[in-house]
């Protein structure tokens, strides 16, 4: 079965700039979850959506951040505007349900790099 | 909250060596707990899982046991080989509902030949 795709793989841009993440998920998988790994660090939960609504946002800095998920299927991050601080990899990860037994399914992940 | 804490690296075995990497956790519930592995220049994936107290996990060689008495989730093989080099992550999700996984920091494993 084909993975979890997500684009753009590198990104750098300038801080106060805006910058979106695009993930399509498993197919199939009705639970979706954007996450941030800091370098050095392990990833943190962002946000997750079962089917088109958010479960979870409690860790999404909303300010500046902020995801959807209109159909159901593909999903977008943006952040806007962006901060030094907010260099990292965003990682997207699918599973089939939301019920904390199935495994999460991880992207190759898009690496942000701001100046 | 939820958290994960795993030793720190990085770990320098030799191939053949008996490994263990500890990791204990802090939970309000009952969660379900992860091994996920990332090799050098791949993506995250699952190298196994254990939902509930006294369960063991296993896959590739590597085993963990989820221990509710001692909150531990210890990851362990008895042999290494130099393909087993890669950063392993501790994880734990609650059970139902918001499911999303906190992680520890990553150990990062080196096996010489």
């Known amino acids: 079965e084909a993975g979890v795709a997500q684009s753009p793989r590198y990104k750098i841009i300038e801080k106060r700039q805006s910058v979106a993440f695009w993930c399509n998920p498993i197919?199939?998988?009705?639970?979706l979850y954007w996450y941030q790994q800091i370098l050095g660090q392990g990833p943190k939960l962002l946000i997750q959506?079962?089917?088109?609504?958010?479960?979870?946002d409690s860790q999404l800095p909303k300010d500046r951040f902020s995801a959807e998920r209109l159909k159901g299927v593909d999903s977008t991050l943006k952040i806007q505007p962006a901060k030094l601080e907010d260099s990292a990899v965003y990682l997207c990860a699918s599973s089939l349900t939301g019920a904390g037994n199935q495994p999460q399914h991880f992207g190759d992940g898009t690496r942000l790099s701001i100046l | 909250g939820n958290s994960v804490t795993q030793m720190e690296g990085p770990v320098t075995l030799s191939e053949e060596a008996f490994l263990t990497i500890n990791c204990t956790y802090t939970?309000?519930?009952?969660?379900?707990l992860f091994w996920y592995v990332q090799y050098p220049g791949e993506g995250l994936q699952l190298l196994l899982k254990a939902t509930k107290a006294d369960d063991k996990g296993s896959n590739k060689g590597f085993e963990a046991t989820y221990r509710k008495e001692t909150t531990s989730f210890h990851l362990e093989k008895g042999s290494v080989q130099v393909s087993d080099s890669a950063v392993y992550f501790c994880?734990?999700?609650?059970?139902?509902?918001?499911?999303?996984?906190?992680f520890g920091k990553g150990t990062h494993l080196i096996i010489q030949p």
């Open positions: 939970a309000t519930g009952y969660p379900s």
């Open positions: 959506f079962q089917n088109n609504g958010v479960v979870d």
């Open positions: 994880a734990l999700s609650e059970k139902g509902g918001a499911d999303g996984l906190t």
């Open positions: 197919s199939g998988h009705a639970t």
